[in-house]
């Protein structure tokens, strides 16, 4: 009597794709409501239909998203951007054609057509067009607006590669179109036009002073304290942005005494001073925000019991402004 062979259920896994049969892959996922990894300038994000409430919802899923942080929807231009807000303002419209595609997200009040899960059951939508060619290949192929919060696990190091991606969701069945490095490599400009003066919700390397300027008026920097109503915008929460390694913003006259067990990620120096892993970035403001978050996923992911993150350079400019908002994220507990 033969004996029967264990069946034995296939592994799954997230894969990289690039090229045409990507994006080919990347419309089939959108298409049955389930989440693909894409590349934009600014981090990777986890795209799923905007306008579909169970397509959205499994990107929460996914993410381990708290049904109380909005999305941001991106889209291929004003044209797709204007069904989906109750009034496109000359205000919005003046910003999108100077600062679109790139990383700015305009908030405007919601239209009917926008599921309120986008939204954090808010009133307003946080919209934007990216400055990639694929994720604009894929939207433009797709037809539709697609949501695209960082593709992480909810709360840590955002990923500008694809390969950052796939170590957060490994076994999760994620295709992820390949785009390489994310060139600005910090989340985008986040700007409230739904009611009053404008305001940044969130800084990123397009700064107040130059959406001052192409407004013609003041905008405003906003309180990161909300006042219980729905929030308007992502990276409005607490700890955000964090290694799963505990890390801590150092001087620079106190990286002589990292000891080898502490990750050290470093402007000034070339090398860790014990021999522990390291991590270098530029000094310049656009160089160090784009190499910021990689420079956390190799050292989080390296044997270390902590990470030393050297404080950035002192100067006044809206990227360094960003970048420290980040770190503050990243190195705070709870």
Known sequence: MGSKRASRTPRVMSRILSGPEAIAAGIAELTAHRPVAFPTETVYGLGADALNEEAVHAVFSLKGRPSTNPLIVHVSGIEMAQPLV?????????????HWPGPVTIVLKKSGCVPGIVCAGGETVAIRCPAHPVALALIEAFGRPIVGPSANPSGWISPTTPEHVLAGFPEKDLVIIDGGACRAGIESTVLDLASGAPRVLR??????????????VDVEHASLVEDGSPLRSPGLLGAH???????????????????????VIAWSISSHPSGGVFAGLPGDPEGYASGLYSAMHRADAGPCGEIWIEHPPAGDNAIWDAVLERLARATKSG
């Open 241 to 263: 942005y964090q290694p799963r390694t505990p890390c801590r913003l150092v001087k620079s006259s106190d990286l002589a005494s990292a000891p080898s067990a502490a990750a």
């Open 86 to 98: 109750e009034e496109w303002t000359e205000r919005a419209d003046a910003i999108a054609r100077a």
């Open 203 to 216: 800084p990123g390397v397009v700064g107040r002073d130059l959406l001052s300027n192409t407004l013609g």
